[in-house]
């Protein structure tokens, strides 16, 4: 089973720049369909992006396509989700998680394995 580790998060001003982390241990991460998911406050957790085994494809969610930038180095077992033009309503916890499935899913519901979140508050 695959521990997940986020880190990289913290607060930045509007129309700043994060590259979140997320290091794995337990599993080799490239048998790992990967994703990134956030929980804003007082809101539903809601799909970011996803990435597959070897990298080749990704896909994201319409509100951060342009800005985010999902990628995976299975090498050193982190994938990194490089997020630009940060605005508030980016404010939220975010989790990376895996899944064995070979597919490209959005729902949070297909992927069993989490991290415990980091935190990233974008200040106006």
């Known amino acids: 089973q695959v521990q997940l580790v986020e880190s990289g998060g913290g607060l930045v001003q509007a129309g700043g720049s994060l590259r979140l982390s997320c290091a794995a241990s337990?599993?080799?991460?490239?048998?790992?369909?990967m994703g990134w998911f956030r929980q804003p406050p007082g809101k539903e957790r809601e799909f970011v992006a996803t990435?597959?085994?070897?990298?080749?494809?990704?896909y994201y969610a319409d509100f951060v396509k342009g800005r985010f930038t999902i990628s995976r180095d299975n090498t050193k077992n982190t994938v990194y989700l490089q997020m630009n033009s940060l605005q508030p309503e980016d404010t939220a916890v975010y989790c990376c998680?895996?899944?064995?499935?070979?597919?490209?899913?959005?729902?949070?519901?297909?992927?069993?394995?989490w991290g415990q979140g980091t935190q990233v508050t974008v200040s106006s």
């Open positions: 998680a895996a899944t064995l499935r070979l597919l490209t899913s959005s729902s949070p519901n297909d992927y069993p394995y």
């Open positions: 990435i597959s085994r070897g990298g080749s494809s990704t």
């Open positions: 337990g599993r080799t991460l490239s048998t790992y369909q």
